[in-house]
């Protein structure tokens, strides 16, 4: 029998930690009929939703006791586990491990972004603002280990990206990632060989994500004080999304808009960025943007049923979650035209270009104005088994790819 480690480790209940329970969920039944003993690594916040996605499976949940605060992944408690127990695979559903990993390893990379884009990474200023001087000492070190170089003249944290990203992705038995689009772009990019790449796809709870009941959308709005039509935000505000871009361009067309038309902004941290409180006060518009926080998935499925639209502005995805939770709960998406949305989206979302204003505002403003654009009918979620035997697949293929490993050693 086969052990396999699945840490779905997350700080925030963002979309790398629902990526991770809910392949979890879907592959973990497969897994065990298939003969594998599953160990699952999680943080406490995480706990209860990784028990019930292992329930009835030859699973035991750990909680890491090390605290996650810093970037770069190391615990020594995980080093133990793998090194004390018999382990065949680790497989992290996060876009970083330790690089001390002393077991063969699969991880996901959710997108490239930060190497394409590395302007929208953090800077030193910003790094140490999120992670703290010791933090930045560290990523330093690390860079210095993984190039020869400490970057000292440049900003460290793009550099230690980079290098970081091209080594695990060179020493995986397997990179898993989440759509078709940056599966390609690893093979190009990082020089990985397509064999060694394995899809799986983001799973949509359609449990929980589909059309809620007009009671439950009623609720919401009347929790949350919205009197007239409102679009969606949802996320975390990471300068890739460009959530300060997106709200002046509809700042900028507001006149249009129905008088009393609204911005939900889900997810937390919106009202804490520079780029949204600036945008607002250049307005005047304190009226205009709601404020959420984090909310329950119940709630964020009856806020998703009552938008006349989801509004994106990412200049880049790896799949983008949020939009394909909006279309199975019948919610239109206002989306960029990128390649990524091009595939997940399955052309049921409406595209602008990405540095077109005037064309979100366009579609926002016919939301509003109850004309439904692209058609939330046309997305088909992927199903469960779908899901899990992707995942399933690409655990396997890790597994051979060790074993073919160890023979020519």
């Known amino acids: 029998m086969s052990t396999v480690v699945i840490d779905v480790r997350a700080n925030h209940d963002t979309g790398v930690s629902r990526f991770g329970l809910g392949s ?233 808009f129905p008088a009393d038309a609204r911005l939900v902004a889900v997810g937390g941290h919106a009202e804490r960025t520079p780029e949204i409180t600036s945008a607002v006060a250049d307005y005047d518009a304190s009226d205009f943007v709601v404020y959420t926080g984090r909310v329950s998935d119940a709630d964020l499925a009856a806020l998703y049923s009552g938008a006349s639209a989801l509004v994106t502005a990412s200049i880049s995805e790896g799949s983008n979650l949020p939009a394909q939770e909006a279309m199975a709960c019948g919610c239109p998406v206002i989306a960029t035209d990128i390649p990524t949305h091009r595939e997940t989206l399955q052309g049921a979302a409406a595209l602008f270009p990405p540095h077109r204003g005037e064309a979100l505002a366009e579609l926002a403003g016919r939301a509003l104005r109850g004309q439904v654009p692209g058609n939330p009918r046309g997305y088909r979620a992927s199903r469960t088994d779908e899901v899990g035997a992707a995942l399933v697949d690409a655990l396997y293929a890790a597994r051979a790819s060790r074993m073919a490993r160890s023979r020519s050693a």
């Open 24 to 256: 979890l969920a879907a592959a973990a039944p497969l897994l065990t009929e298939a003969g594998f003993r599953i160990t699952v690594v999680t943080q406490a916040h995480q706990m209860d939703r990784a028990r019930r996605a292992v329930h009835g499976c030859d699973a035991t949940v750990l909680c890491c006791p090390d605290e996650q605060t810093g970037f770069v992944r190391r615990s020594p408690w995980l080093r133990r586990l793998l090194s004390t127990t018999p382990v065949d695979l680790y497989y992290t559903s996060h876009y970083l491990l330790d690089r001390h990993c002393p077991v063969p390893y699969a991880f996901t990379i959710h997108d490239l972004t930060r190497i394409h884009f590395p302007e929208l990474s953090y800077t030193d200023t910003t790094f140490v603002k999120k992670f703290g001087r010791a933090e930045l000492a560290l990523i330093r070190d690390e860079l210095t280990a993984l190039t020869g170089s400490d970057g000292a003249a440049e900003q460290v944290f793009p550099r230690y990206f980079r290098a970081i990203t091209r080594y695990l992705a060179a020493r995986a038995a397997t990179v898993v990632t989440v759509s078709q689009t940056v599966a390609e772009d690893i093979e190009s990019v990082l020089d990985v060989d397509q064999g060694r790449v394995a899809v799986v796809p983001c799973l949509v709870d359609t449990a929980v994500f589909g059309p809620q009941p007009a009671q439950a959308v009623e609720r919401v709005r009347r929790s949350l004080r919205l009197s007239g039509p409102y679009l969606l935000f949802v996320g975390l505000t990471h300068p890739n999304k460009r959530t300060g871009w997106l709200l002046r361009q509809l700042l900028a067309a507001r006149h249009r």
